[in-house]
């Protein structure tokens, strides 16, 4: 008796979560203004009506980016309260999915974390398509100086490009004064980079100054690879990284560099390699000038730095940089997509990029007067207006739907290439046959 | 009804009624979700508002030709192969020592005691620390007492998963030197007794009385740590990864990877059936070994 009750509820159990599985729900398009009608955006904002709006983001306590735009628009316009989802950068991916995946209506907006994520969100239906809403406002894309072009998915415009950020040079003014050398220019190859990241090295043991920091990302090698705009991380041979790597191997081995191992398991971060003087040159991201100019405020260092363009490979002209687009979407189950789209707007607007531009954040929107106002920004040094000038901008990594499956196989490769582990060749074969089996999937 | 009947159906709600807030929570969380899991073994789902495709045994099939998860299995049984001994062995020792009534016992024991419900995040960053190649004061000894080149623990394939057994062990064996303290009050002093009359030495009791009494206990601890073994995944997330490469990813790591960040979830959902089996196969051989190999008590 009992062990017949016992089954039964198995049984229910089993089909219960076995009809819950297989209901086949044909996907939706993401909805078009078409229902809303053409009033509706203007009567949300104006209207004394309290509307909320939820944006995701991530690591708020570190960067104004979302904070300013936020608050430049409920100025705008006040009876918009936002609320900002905020997680921590490494979980925010995760984090998202989770929320996406329960169907809700919030986050109303979306940051797009790594412009990648944004193809499996438009798989899975959760962006909504922003055409209508474009041609309607009569948005102007040159502004994006062909950003936006990039982010089309399936020839459809679903985000808009919030934020760029490009790779530059940063330095140490008092490190180069001490030695006398001059500072980086703004027209540097990579082989006279490393001349000069020797030339500053000195010391031994707590007092060492390394010529040069770099990361421990993959991007730290691949960036400098794709630069030219001849490769990208989804070719199907990297062949084209060898005599990067043969670069970054070399540096660390003759000691310009601290050593990959070392950086990995200490969980050892960039911002504290450079506050604390332990480089004289770091190459990295544009996102790095807020974070500087306010760490100085904050008065967690006190020396001189500068920034100038990234080296280049030669034959290409100084000026050209890799980096990521910030992109911005519309939750496509969201409750006030129309109220969503004003923000997402305003925020890709040049009106909004000033305002990023106003607190150190790099504005995806770019012209002259963007330009003079991030270099006229409190704390930026005077002499580095040059790289904020981008001639010639390419994705550090490509859009596309296999890219997340094939980064986490050629950065595993990368990990036992930079500690050693292979040598170069059967390290860039691995990458190749382990990247063409994610591809396949 | 006569009212014995009634009483008895009485005491039975009464009973029925303390446990099904429980087991209604063991449904909805664990029963019901592994069901769920066992039907997504067969199907193939990225976890969206997509359709579910039935692709029968297509995922065990592709399972046994990923180089990765052929990697992850062996990295799990290596890892189980030695932190299981080597945790039974620190746990029964200690609780061997720490079993007396000298003043101040407690306070050893707690200090034994207190890896096991340290955070794991900390516990990891300090031994990263600790191993670290060129600094960490574990190299730091070893070149002072004249190994000219240390390994690189964590950044070396060799040695990264001693460096997880290493802290395994010394996370987990508190809680086993606990259970072994409760099972050592329940050998009975005569048998020491005796022994000490016959001439035994501390060494020979150990050997020819305190293990043969454990034993019931040990083969509670080989089965708990070996469950324990095949799930491993937060120490190893927090500590290095899964890597350098391959070196550190288990089998949870891979069904972690699939199902978050390839957005697989039946492959997913396959791989942790494989799971599933290997740690009942392992549990069945360690429960009938145990018919066999106990000790009379």
Redesign the interface.
């Known amino acids: 008796m009992k062990a017949r009750i016992l089954a039964i509820l198995s049984l229910a159990?089993?089909s219960?979560?076995?009809c819950?599985?297989?209901t086949?729900?044909a996907?939706e398009p993401g909805g078009s203004l078409a229902e809303t009608g053409t009033t509706a955006v203007d009567t949300t904002l104006a209207s004394d009506e309290k509307v909320k709006l939820t944006v995701s983001t991530w690591d708020n306590e570190s960067s104004p980016q979302f904070k300013s735009i936020a608050n430049a628009f409920m100025e705008k316009y006040p009876n918009v309260e936002i609320e900002l989802i905020d997680t921590q950068s490494a979980e925010y991916n995760?984090k998202l999915?989770v929320m996406l995946?329960g169907?809700d209506s919030d986050p109303d907006v979306i940051m797009v974390k790594d412009a990648e994520t944004q193809v499996?969100m438009k798989?899975?239906?959760?962006l909504l398509d922003l055409t209508d809403y474009i041609q309607k406002d009569s948005i102007d894309r040159s502004i994006y100086a062909g950003a936006e072009e990039q982010l089309k998915m399936d020839g459809i415009q679903y985000t808009l490009p919030f934020r760029k950020d490009w790779y530059v040079l940063y330095y140490n003014k008092d490190l180069f004064d001490q030695v006398g050398v001059e500072y980086p220019g703004d027209d540097m190859t990579w082989d006279e980079y490393e001349e000069l990241a020797r030339k500053m090295t000195s010391g031994e043991g707590s007092s060492k100054v390394y010529g040069t920091h770099h990361h421990t990302w993959m991007a730290m090698v691949s960036n400098w690879a794709v630069q030219d705009g001849k490769n990208t991380l989804m070719s199907e041979d990297y062949e084209f990284l060898k005599g990067w790597y043969e670069q970054a191997l070399r540096l660390q081995d003759d000691k310009i560099v601290q050593?990959?191992?070392?950086l990995?398991?200490?969980?050892i971060h960039y911002i504290s390699v450079f506050e604390q003087q332990q480089c004289a040159m770091m190459p990295m991201g544009s996102w790095f000038i807020s974070t500087l100019i306010q760490d100085k405020k904050d008065g967690k260092y006190d020396f001189e730095w500068g920034v100038a363009k990234l080296p280049h490979p030669d034959g290409i002209p100084a000026g050209s940089t890799m980096g990521a687009v910030t992109p911005v979407g519309i939750n496509a189950k969201s409750d006030v997509p129309d109220t969503a789209w004003e923000f997402v707007k305003f925020a890709c607007s040049q009106e909004g990029a000033l305002v990023l531009a106003q607190n150190g954040v790099f504005p995806a929107a770019t012209s002259a007067a963007i330009v003079e106002a991030l270099s006229s920004m409190e704390g930026f040094p005077e002499d580095s207006k040059g790289a904020l000038e981008v001639t010639n901008f390419v994705f550090d990594r490509p859009l596309d739907a296999k890219m997340?499956?094939v980064r986490?196989v050629i950065e595993?490769?990368h990990?036992?290439l930079m500690?050693g582990?292979v040598d170069i060749d059967t390290g860039i074969a691995n990458m190749n046959g382990r990247a063409a089996e994610a591809r396949a999937? | 009804m006569n009212s014995r009947r009634k009483k008895a159906l009485k005491t039975n709600l009464i009973g029925y009624s303390f446990i099904i807030p429980s087991f209604i929570g063991y449904v909805i969380f664990i029963f019901i979700p592994v069901c769920f899991s066992f039907l997504l073994s067969v199907m193939k789902w990225d976890g969206s508002d997509a359709p579910m495709e039935f692709v029968g045994l297509q995922n065990f099939t592709k399972l046994f030709h990923d180089s990765t998860f052929i990697i992850s299995l062996q990295n799990t049984v290596w890892y189980a192969l030695f932190t299981v001994p080597l945790t039974l062995a620190a746990a029964m020792l200690t609780a061997v020592l720490l079993n007396s009534k000298i003043k101040g016992i407690v306070a050893y024991r707690t200090v034994f005691f207190f890896p096991y419900v340290a955070s794991l995040v900390a516990v990891g960053a300090v031994w990263n620390m600790l191993f670290q190649p060129e600094f960490g004061p574990v190299n730091e000894f070893l070149k002072w007492i004249g190994i000219v080149s240390p390994p690189k623990w964590t950044a070396s394939v060799d040695w990264a998963m001693w460096v997880i057994i290493i802290v395994s062990v010394w996370k987990y064996m508190g809680y086993y030197m606990v259970v072994y303290l409760a099972a050592l009050q329940g050998i009975s002093d005569d048998l020491y007794e005796a022994a000490g009359i016959d001439g035994a030495t501390g060494l020979k009791k150990l050997w020819y009385i305190t293990i043969p009494m454990l034993t019931p206990t040990t083969f509670f601890v080989v089965i708990m740590l070996t469950i324990q073994c095949f799930k491993v995944f937060d120490l190893i997330y927090v500590m290095t990864g899964g890597g350098p490469g391959r070196a550190t990813n288990v089998l949870v790591n891979h069904i972690y990877n699939a199902a978050f960040i390839d957005f697989k979830f039946g492959y997913a959902s396959a791989s942790a059936m494989v799971l599933f089996v290997f740690v009942l196969l392992v549990t069945l051989i360690q429960l009938h070994g145990e018919r066999k190999f106990t000790d009379f008590v």
């Open positions: 159990a089993v219960l979560a076995g819950g599985g297989q086949t729900k996907p995760n999915t995946a169907g499996t798989d899975k239906n959760q050593s990959y191992a070392n990995k398991t200490g969980s997340a499956s986490k595993e490769e990990d036992l500690i582990e999937e």
